[in-house]
T-cell receptor, first 115, second 112 residues
Framework: AQKVTQAQTEISVVEKEDVTLDCVYETRDTTYYLFWYKQPPSGELVFLIRRNSFDEQNEISGRYSWNFQKSTSSFNFTITASQVVDSAVYFCALHSETGANNLFFGTGTRLTVIP | KAGVTQTPRYLIKTRGQQVTLSCSPISGHRSVSWYQQTPGQGLQFLFEYFSETQRNKGNFPGRFSGRQFSNSRSEMNVSTLELGDSALYLC???????????FGQGTRLTVV
């Protein structure tokens, strides 16, 4: 069974603080993909990153960085020097080799950045 | 390159009616997936189409159906609407299995 857990329901930080959003996943497949999406108030899910199960290299993109650890089944997302525009709901998602495109989403973390 | 387009953006329907939502994927993408988002259940997978064939289906009643046309555009239909069907319905397109999915802005359906 596939499962994604985002234990943090809501997080508030003051602008310029760093924040880490946690994501823990479960799957029995050896090949899988992990994603992070951002959902601003407009409702559209904005793709942030995709990582396959064979690539544990961490990634940095501007103020965003991701830490993938297979040993703990975690794929955490850190925003450095947060900004008000980062306020949104963030979703972690898992795709396993099902022969189709269907994502299992976590319940999301609502991030509020206070100016 | 145009993104994923969903129409309409907002809908209000009465219980018992049926509704059809439309999704135009990114040009060249043949995989279209549908998701339902509600405050209580979160984001749940409805079904996925590829080259006019349904490849996978989530755990939803038969009142929820979909189809895909030869130009990859997709529609989903919900018959005999219930109050619990009120949700944001999101469509996503992908280039291949496991690729990043790009989402439309969604259709917000309200059943009264």
């Amino acid at each position: 069974a596939q499962k994604v857990t985002q234990a943090q329901t809501e997080i508030s930080v003051v602008e310029k603080e760093d924040v880490t959003l946690d994501c823990v996943y479960e799957t029995r497949d050896t090949t899988y993909y992990l994603f992070w999406y951002k959902q601003p108030p407009s409702g559209e899910l904005v793709f942030l990153i995709r990582r396959n199960s064979f690539d544990e290299q961490n990634e940095i993109s501007g103020r965003y960085s991701w830490n993938f650890q297979k040993s703990t089944s975690s794929f955490n997302f850190t925003i450095t020097a947060s900004q008000v525009v980062d306020s949104a709901v963030y979703f972690c998602a898992l795709h396993s080799e099902t022969g189709a495109n269907n994502l299992f989403f976590g319940t999301g973390t609502r991030l509020t950045v206070i100016p | 390159k145009a993104g994923v387009t969903q129409t309409p953006r907002y809908l209000i329907k009465t219980r018992g009616q049926q509704v059809t939502l439309s999704c135009s994927p990114i040009s060249g993408h043949r995989s279209v997936s549908w998701y339902q988002q509600t405050p209580g259940q979160g984001l749940q997978f409805l079904f996925e189409y590829f080259s006019e064939t349904q490849r996978n289906k989530g755990n939803f009643p038969g009142r929820f159906s979909g189809r895909q046309f030869s130009n990859s555009r997709s529609e989903m239909n919900v018959s005999t609407l219930e109050l619990g069907d009120s949700a944001l319905y999101l469509c996503a397109s992908s280039g291949y299995i496991g690729a990043e999915a790009f989402f439309g802005q969604g259709t917000r359906l309200t059943v009264v």
